[in-house]
């Protein structure tokens, strides 16, 4: 384990105490919601990312547990110093609704009849899947994220979560997925799904205490991991180069390394995912769909967060066109959006292997934040003619220590800290106007945090007023807001 890592993890579990109302109209009791977490959440909880999985995914994106032999499967971009930096943000990454790997699913117990759901686990969305990471980032006591960022199915949930909750956004990274399912994706998900039903172990999604339908699983996996790979990668790979001999078997078993390795691939799978997981999880990326009357630009309409859409060359699951309409969308309603096509040969799953250009574009978005982004908008304010003992109670009230002082136009004229109001009492000024500083050090809403924070160094100061083009008071920035969202922080 290197030094970069964030170390041991151990999966946590979060019971709320209400149902989950899902798309479809039904109500999921007693859910579980597993996920893990990685850094320190901040005294305002204003540094959190929340990271989405994909469809065989889970919650263990980073780290390792005990005894594991490989880490999470982001980790390549989560831990200290990486994009996802763990000195700076609080990471967290939760199983889907839906899944088996620690969430409620088909495979958990179902409280009516104390047995597995199987095909009495309701049908469940996307949205679903953000309603209930909703109610985990709730229970943390976070208002908004910092970021969120997933790729393939963890992008539509990054997608989702815009639209679901675009005011808990601040940031969001879809990576090569796409605002609805194309025909070509729901044919290969009916295969998968197909391959899994025609196994007589499925039996009608009741295995759970007979024969698992590993078979039918494993192919699921087979095709599957096929879409994953570029034909390329698959050349440099494999090539046609044989498994164990030096001449064809003119038989049927198996001839080349391709074929070796997705029988692998295949069979490993059933040693970890569950074959209904598998069935649900699909069904929600097939209906996903963020058109509005075929419109996407209208789907995507009430996003806010500043966004950052990333594609992969060589992708033909998940083609760079089909970012590049959400791209296009987004445009249109004129969000705050950049595009980063990712040069790679390794087709779809370029997003999980890429860690040299993921790290480097994703940091240099996520750095890039302004003043607006974080300041508080609260901002108390008094006027010069406001009495020394009202400033200091409002200062008392509001947990402040620094007010801003405005002339009748809500202009700045100057600033009052509880430094200042000692000296008054120390020295026995009467008069605001005596104690406040005039030539007021401030930001504006379109500096950059680092400038801010040099400012803040330079002049030993903890606050800015953020003002307007007119000079109007607008927010105020501390450095309590900048502590941990800056390199200069560390
Ligand atoms: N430790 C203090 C703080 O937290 O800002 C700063 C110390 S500084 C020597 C104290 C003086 O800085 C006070 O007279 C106060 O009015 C002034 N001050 C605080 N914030 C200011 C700002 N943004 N612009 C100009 N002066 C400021």
Known sequence: MGKESVG???????KPSDDLVLEGGERLENITIAYETYGKLNKEKSNAIMVCH???????AAGWHEGDSKPGWWDIIIGPGRCLDTDKYFIICSNVIGGCKGSTGPSSLNPKTGKPYGLDFPIITIKDMINAQKKLIDYLGIKQLFAVIGGSMGGMQILQWCISYPDMVRMAIPIATAAYSSPQQIAFNEVGRRAIISDPNWNHGEYYSLQFPDNGLALARMIAHITYLSNESMYQKFGRRL?????????????????????????????RFDANTYLYITKAIDYFDLTVDGSLADGLKNVKSKILVISIDSDWLYPPSQSKEILMALTANEVDVIYYELKSSYGHDAFLIEGGQLNYVIENFLSDILVRDVMSHMVAKISKNTSIEEAAKSMIRDKITHIPVVNMEDKLIGIVTAWDISKAVALKYDKLEDIMTKDVIMALPDD????????????NISSLPVV?????????????????????SK
């Open 8 to 14: 041991i993890i151990a999966t946590q579990y979060y």
């Open 54 to 60: 994909a469809l065989s995914g889970d919650a263990h």
């Open 243 to 271: 498994q164990d001999k030096d001449e064809y078997g003119f038989e049927f078993s198996t001839d080349f390394q391709v074929e070796s390795y997705l029988h692998y691939q295949g069979n490993s799978f059933t040693k």
């Open 448 to 459: 950059s945090i680092e400038s801010s924070a040099q400012k803040m160094r330079k002049y």
């Open 468 to 488: 307007d083009d007119t000079g109007r008071v607008i927010g105020i920035i501390t450095t309590d807001h900048i502590s941990t969202l800056i390199a200069g």
